[in-house]
């Protein structure tokens, strides 16, 4: 089939519009951050005089606020950034359909796309926990827009990275990727690949968290006053962990499912492929971090740091694997 070269370039104007959405988000929610963290230390500094029972005044320092509730004086940037955030999903949607629709298959051929497809589920997951937070906290409860510039971030970087260097004219398929096996495997490995990232950036938070949690702890003040519209790094942890463990089903079902296609298209099931290697390698460590995490009481800053370094080994075999490792898979890159 011919690419249809009108498709395509709307595919990338909607990219770039999708972008800039993004950016807009991003700096909403860093506008949100900042002022819930202002309000949070004004709020901590406050104190209020109270008349006692014999006509006396006393001065009590009030309750600090709820890091995760939303101030009705800080929400007024988040929901521009939250709407802004969703039109940029639905663009990024719009250039990943049409994408697809200008070369008549699914839009994950190659690493530019997969670049697109797996933002735009990271977006998607975005939103949904956002919305799954705002019908469990009706009538007050902890609003997870908190995530919001540390998920537009991210992916604005991932789009920018997959257009500078990523990026490769529409085109069909090599014969070895034309499979109904590219649409379960790889999709697969895009949404295991979105749910580990939006957990590494709840990882990120906690360190930080936890080391702010310490220096107050030891009557030091710390700094990052943003940092505390956010939850606390127990709250953090249990988020990552959460997505961590969904994850980690997607990347057991991404090997097994990749093994049967090398079988259909090699008549093997395992050729120590480096990309197959590499896959093998992430689901290992992030099984020792959920085996550590369940089983040996690991919690807080080890569990973390092994979290971190099984994204580490995800980014590497996206960047490094694919551009420089020769193998089986090295039709997939650019």
Known sequence: MTVDENIAGLSNLL???????????MISYAMDLAEG????????????????????????????????TAGPRRRRAA??????????????LGSVVTRGLSVHRVPWGNMFEFALTGSLLVGLAYLVVVLRAHRRG???????????????????ATLGIALRSFYVEAAQLVPALDSYWLIIHVFVAILASALSTIGFSATVLQLVQEKRERARAAGRTPGGAFMDALPGSVELERTAFRLYAVGFVMWTFTLIAGA???????????????KEVWTFIIWVVYAAYLHARSTRGWDGRRAAYLACGAFACVLFNFLVVNLVFPGLHSYAGV
């Open 79 to 92: 929901a521009v950034g939250t709407t802004l955030f969703a039109a940029a999903t639905l663009l990024l």
């Open 138 to 156: 009706v009538g007050g409860g902890r609003d997870a827009r908190y995530l919001g510039v540390f998920v537009a971030g991210p992916i604005l």
């Open 260 to 274: 049967v296609w090398a079988q259909v298209a090699w008549n093997r099931y395992w050729n120590w492929d480096s």
């Open 37 to 68: 963290g202002k309000q949070v230390k004004d709020r901590r500094g406050a104190t209020a005089t109270t008349t006692g029972a014999a006509g006396g005044s006393t001065t009590q320092t009030l309750a600090p606020v709820d890091p995760g």
């Open 15 to 25: 990219l770039y519009s999708a972008m800039t959405a993004y950016l807009g988000s």
